[in-house]
């Protein structure tokens, strides 16, 4: 008898977020909905001398609130945001990890640059030593590989499942959930810890700075990053994470779980044009798109909402919003839409694990949150951004899209449920 895996349906029961404008989700959820920008100058390294000196810091952060083993403060900020965010979203779903199955549980994190921290300090610590080996720190030779966030994760919890790191650049968080979401759908977990996790150093901010994907516009560091309008020039630099509890759809019904909504599909796709521009006619997203609402079985009819890439970037908005046209036709001007970036700051590989949370919000509170500081829309971008203030909406389907250097796309829909 053959197995049909489209019998195990997955729902989120859980959510935590480690971020710039909130580490709880109400808070969390009344600066999004509110648009207040976390945005503001960079006080963790001197960017004094670049000519971009803000981003989106989270302050006042300490792993001993969550944890009081004293080894974390060792790990690097990705590792110890990741572990935090984990353990709010277990809290949130109220689930006890110990008493579930431990190989039938997994954890599936999406990173860009963790374990780059520890790279630098193995170098800074073999030079500063003299070239002596023996001068490096043991975790910083574990911390150096880009696993290690949901190695720690699994160690923490004593999870034997599937333990797997994605790193599909800006596009990792939305590509681990999904990944973490195939796995309860194939049968081969029950439960799945899975999202996102990054901090901003200062190698990355320059790295950025040189290829002039960040708003130089810091005179006022909350209006800043503008998606979609005339002006925009970039986005503002953020960190954080943010973990969801995935559980098929039966065992969550089962213990009498809260639902915020139900992962009905993940499309992801490459496009094998540029390292970091979009191509022109938008294939990426199109693609994306297109098998995201295949895998759920949807008619972009179905939709009514996307939170958006929105980076801000010259290129991106227009093509992003002409590939939406391409894909939604004439339902594209019945679509709300909203880049919440601006408010959290581009997280990187967190990125789309932060804005799933976003939709589910969305979807549990029947609310938009809005698209900040869009004042002079691009002409090329002319659909409904939802600006200015939240919008009170019954939304049935949401999908977060989110786009990674190297051309690499992914979107996920979730449902009411």
């Known amino acids: ?30 600066n999004v909905r509110g648009g207040v920008s976390a945005a503001a100058p960079v006080g963790r390294f001197d960017a004094s001398k670049m ?36 353990m709010l979203a277990i809290r949130d779903a109220g689930i ?5 199955d431990p190989d039938r549980t997994s954890v599936v994190e999406g990173t860009t640059i963790s374990g780059a921290v520890s790279v630098i300090n193995l170098r800074d610590s073999y030079h500063l030593g003299k070239h002596n080996y023996r001068a490096l720190h043991p975790y910083d030779v574990v911390g150096g590989y880009c696993g290690e966030g949901s190695s720690t994760i699994g160690l923490f919890l004593g999870i ?18 999904g990944y973490a979401a195939h796995l309860i759908r194939s049968d081969d977990a029950d439960v799945a810890v899975a999202g996102g996790s990054e901090e901003m150093i200062e190698l990355m901010h320059m790295s950025f700075c040189r290829v002039r994907a960040m708003t130089e516009l810091d005179g006022d560091p909350a209006r800043a990053m503008r998606p979609f309008d005339k002006s925009r020039d970039g986005f503002v630099l953020g ?27 993940h499309g992801r ?69 909203s880049a ?8 990187m590989g967190a990125s789309g694990a932060i804005e799933t949370v976003i939709a589910a919000l969305t979807l549990a509170h029947q609310e938009i949150p809005p698209t900040i500081n869009l004042e002079d829309p691009d002409e090329a971008c002319d659909l409904d951004y939802v600006r200015g203030a939240a919008r009170s909406y019954p939304v049935r389907v949401a999908l977060n899209l989110n786009a990674g250097f190297g051309g690499r ?9």
Not at 96 to 100: D, F, P, R, Y
Not at 340 to 347: E, N
Not at 409 to 417: F, H, M, N, T, W
């Open 51 to 86: 000519p971009v000196k803000i981003g989106a810091e989270v302050k006042d952060f300490d792993i001993a609130r969550f944890t009081s083993s004293k080894k974390f403060a060792h790990y690097a900020l990705t590792v110890q945001f990741g572990v935090a965010a984990a």
């Open 340 to 347: 919440t970036k601006p408010v959290t700051g581009h997280l």
């Open 409 to 417: 796309y992914a979107c996920l829909v979730l449902k009411r449920i």
């Open 1 to 30: 008898m053959s197995f049909d895996c489209t019998q195990r349906r997955v729902v989120i029961t859980g959510m935590g977020v480690i971020s710039p404008c909130g580490q709880d989700l109400v808070r969390f959820w009344e």
């Open 269 to 337: 796709s490459c496009e094998a044009y540029h390292p970091t521009d979009p191509h022109p006619d938008g294939l990426g997203y199109r693609r994306a798109l297109e098998r995201a609402l295949h895998q759920a079985r949807l008619h972009p009819t179905e939709v009514d909402y996307i939170n958006a890439h929105g980076s801000a970037t010259p290129l991106n908005d227009p093509i992003e919003t002409a590939s939406i046209k391409r894909v939604f036709q004439d339902h594209s001007r019945r679509l709300a839409i």
């Open 239 to 265: 960190e954080g994470s943010a973990f969801l509890i995935l559980e098929e759809l039966s065992h969550a019904r089962g213990r009498g779980a809260r639902i915020y909504a139900e992962l009905a599909g």
């Open 96 to 100: 006890e990890i110990a008493k579930l």
């Open 160 to 177: 034997h499942g599937n333990v797997v790191t994605y790193c599909s650049g800006c596009a990792s968080g939305n590509d681990a959930i």
